[in-house]
């Protein structure tokens, strides 16, 4: 039996899924200055490659990619262990 076929029981439980895109560190000015329709641009892009995390670990990376006027996560790593 793998490791999945083990846990499938618990497939209803939720849990956290964290996709970071970007930090920037911003002078307390400048976070004064802004207001509504303010936009902040951040250092990255379609295409990036990003961690993927589940309940604090990292589970898989991906890439950033434009999905019409969204921004969507691509998996292209999954950390699977038999």
Do not use: Y
Request: hydrophobic share 45%; charged share 25%; glycine share 10%.
């Amino acid at each position: 039996m793998t490791s999945l076929e083990e846990i499938t029981h618990l497939g209803d439980v939720p849990v956290s899924v964290d996709v970071e895109l970007a930090r920037k560190l911003m002078p307390v000015a400048d976070i004064l200055a802004l207001e509504k329709g303010s936009v902040i641009k951040m250092p990255r892009s379609a295409g990036d490659n990003i961690d993927i995390l589940v309940g604090g670990a990292q589970v898989g990376s991906g890439e950033i990619v434009i999905i019409e006027e969204a921004v969507g996560v691509r998996i292209t790593d999954f950390n699977e262990e038999d």
